[in-house]
């Protein structure tokens, strides 16, 4: 089992910035790909930014260039640095983490991004 906990979320003004971290527990050896997505009242759940234990990296179309996301397998944590946040991003932010061929979540963190 792999247990994840989401932290740095808030309120913010469009144009600024905030990072989220995740910090996984438990079986962390075996984890593969980690990632970010984020799921806006009345949508789906979407990808953000995946990062694979190598450290390649995939982004959705609409946050590249503004978001960047980091991996360090030492502290067992995955970040998403968030700049130039438009109010479309105002989401629940959720991570996730591929260990053992299971998707494992984590609670989420609320961002909200006024104009």
């Known amino acids: 089992q792999v247990q994840l906990v989401e932290s740095g979320g808030g309120l913010v003004q469009a144009g600024e910035s905030l990072r989220l971290a995740c910090v996984a527990s438990g079986n962390v050896f075996k984890i593969n790909a980690m990632g970010w997505y984020r799921q806006a009242p009345g949508n789906q759940r979407e990808l953000v930014a995946v990062i694979a234990s190598g450290g390649s990296t995939n982004y959705a179309d609409s946050v590249k260039g503004r978001f960047t996301i980091s991996r360090d397998n030492a502290k067992n944590t995955v970040s998403l640095q968030m700049n130039s946040l438009k109010r479309e991003d105002t989401a629940v932010y959720y991570c996730?983490?591929?260990?053992?061929?299971?998707?494992?979540w984590g609670r989420g963190t609320q961002v909200t991004v006024s104009s």
């Open positions: 996730k983490a591929v260990a053992f061929g299971n998707a494992y």
